[in-house]
């Protein structure tokens, strides 16, 4: 069992836009400003797509989004595109003991 | 170009060894946490261990504590993993991952999240 909990899946159809959830606790997304994100197509490594709850790496595209409000952060995509189709994880600092704790993981379809 | 990569995966049986090694490239190796972050296969990512940039700082999940060894050689650019007492549970690619950093003023500090992934290396524990 993840420390984070996300849907195990969602979809939306090309142009639309969605939002994946990233629920945790006060002892690590309620608690920091270092909620992360990254989008992993199979067989390939994570990329970081949201960095300090809603900043985003030079060349991730500014569809692209992230908030966060107490315990629960989350990523929105908006003008959905077929290579959006991946996994995606939530990621959260969790204190110097535990260092980051990961989410489930949450597939997007793109219908 | 930022690149990592990987080697020293493969078959392992259950309590035997294994040393994964990650070759850094393209940026200043010797300024930057850097982590392993694992994934089982069809699951989610767990990361497993950290480093600080002079080797002096090193955190574990608690899964992992006292039979994995991270360690570092700056001279070479390369990130190790030392996997002892192998569990079938430790089975997963591997993956080696730089940590980000703030800068500000001519300081920089550790950031918590990865802004750069190896392509893993897949560690099987089976009898």
């Known amino acids: 069992q993840s420390a984070l909990t996300q849907p195990r899946s969602v979809s939306g159809s090309p142009g639309q836009s969605v939002t994946i959830s990233c629920t945790g606790t006060s002892s690590d997304v309620g608690g920091y400003n270092y909620v992360s994100w990254y989008q992993q197509h199979p067989g390939k490594a994570p990329k970081l797509m949201i960095y300090d709850v809603s900043k985003r790496p030079s060349g991730v595209p500014d569809r692209f989004s992230g908030s966060k409000s107490g315990n629960t952060a989350s990523l929105t995509i908006s003008g959905l595109q077929a290579e959006d189709e991946a996994d995606y994880y939530c990621c959260s600092y969790a204190g110097s003991y535990s260092h980051v704790v990961f989410g489930g993981g949450t597939k997007l379809t793109v219908l | 170009e930022v690149q990592l990569v990987e080697s020293g995966g493969g078959l392992v049986q259950p309590g035997g060894s294994l040393r994964l090694s990650c070759a850094a490239s393209?940026?200043?190796?010797?300024?930057?946490?850097m982590s392993w972050v694992r994934q089982a296969p069809g699951k989610g990512l767990e990361w497993v261990a950290n480093i600080k940039q002079d080797g002096s700082e090193k955190y574990y999940v608690d899964s992992v504590k006292g039979r994995f060894t991270i360690s570092r050689d700056n001279a070479k650019n390369s990130l190790y993993l030392q996997m002892n007492s192998l569990r079938a549970e430790d089975t997963a690619v591997y993956y080696c991952a730089r940590e980000g950093r703030y800068c500000s003023g001519g300081s920089c500090y550790q950031a918590d999240y990865f802004d750069y992934w190896g392509q893993g290396t897949l560690v099987t524990v089976s009898s």
């Open positions: 393209g940026f200043t190796f010797s300024s930057y946490w």
